[in-house]
């Protein structure tokens, strides 16, 4: 039976790579694209091409709805950040009211994902490695972290993504020059990238990690440009596999790290495919398809790991 899959965010790189990787799935789907502009180039990755309002619009949530219940919709795929936590919080009404799954995590693990300091606090609670993180509206907190850890410090928008707003904090006049009572910034210990800086594409079902693909990435301007498998990278696997199933997160989740005293220090969760999403295909896993025939045909979700762990 033909399913009908829609992807939102046909304009942004995450959407595209899952319409790609959609594109390549053994399964019959018909892909309907989704975007506010009509003009976004992927749309030309899919079947059929809806225009959308913006997140921030009033009728965004009555025009997804209308979509699904036009198309009938089998399933939701989630191609922009922003969307998420409508989709985290539509999820299961969706599935209710009109079959459709909606392919994200619970609010909650969206909202640690979506939040520097609440990822830091997450990992903390449940005695992961963490990266001391204190937020710079609280100037005794600020002095805190400076005794502790001294320089130099990360400083960040706790919702930012890639690069944009990060500095490097090198001396205490730099550190309160940030404190504000209304700031957004969090400060983080300074994560050395001599040893690499790493992402993981976990896939969990049920509580449980199925599949788990890391690889060493190289940047540029906060964008993964270059990752592949060196040998050395699935180590860490049987790291991050515990913390993906205490998230409990539903589907796919991304983590980023670094390596500290020999083990891996998540400093960025992403409760979505990630942006080397499709660079894992190459390595023999294609995410997209294997949840959808799980969700959608109720086939075995085939386990994967960089290697056996």
């Avoid at 550190?175 to 300074?190: C, D, G, R, T």
């Avoid at 060196?230 to 790290?257: H, M, R, W």
Wanted: aromatic share 12%.
């Amino acid at each position: 039976m033909i399913k009908n899959v829609l992807v939102t965010g046909a304009g942004a790189l995450l959407g595209q790579g899952i319409l790609r990787l959609l594109q390549v799935s053994d399964f019959p789907k018909k892909i309907f694209t989704a975007d506010p502009d009509p003009r976004s180039s992927g749309h030309w990755l899919g079947d059929y091409a809806l225009t959308v309002p913006k997140i921030n619009e009033e009728n965004y949530g009555k025009v997804i709805e209308e979509i699904i219940v036009q198309y009938k919709i089998d399933a939701i795929l989630v191609g922009t950040d922003v969307e998420l936590p409508f989709f985290a919080k539509h999820k299961d009404v969706f599935l209710q009211k009109y079959n459709c799954k909606v392919v994200v995590s619970s609010e909650e693990v969206i909202t640690i994902a979506n939040n520097k300091f609440l990822t830091s606090a997450f990992l903390e609670e449940n005695n992961f490695p963490y990266p001391f993180s204190v937020m710079a509206n609280d100037k005794n907190k600020l002095l805190e972290i400076e005794e502790k850890l001294g320089f130099p410090l990360f400083a960040k928008p706790f919702d930012g993504a890639r690069s944009l707003g990060i500095m490097k904090i090198e001396t205490h006049e730099e550190l309160m020059a940030i404190y504000h009572p209304e700031s957004n910034l969090v400060v983080q210990q300074f994560l050395s990238e001599s040893e690499g800086e790493f992402t993981s594409g976990c896939i969990v079902v049920e509580g449980k990690c199925k599949a788990i693909v890391t690889m060493k990435r190289d940047l540029r301007d906060g964008n993964t440009y270059r990752a592949y498998l060196d040998g050395e990278t699935s180590k860490y696997d049987s790291f991050i596999i515990p913390i993906a199933e205490k998230l409990n997160a539903d589907g796919p989740v991304n983590f980023q790290f670094r390596i500290s005293n020999g083990k891996p220090v998540i400093f960025e969760i992403n409760g979505r495919f990630s942006g080397t999403t499709p660079l894992r295909h190459f390595f023999g896993f294609n995410e997209v398809e294997e949840l959808l025939k799980y969700y959608l045909l109720e086939l075995k979700l085939r386990n994967h790991y960089s290697k056996t762990v």
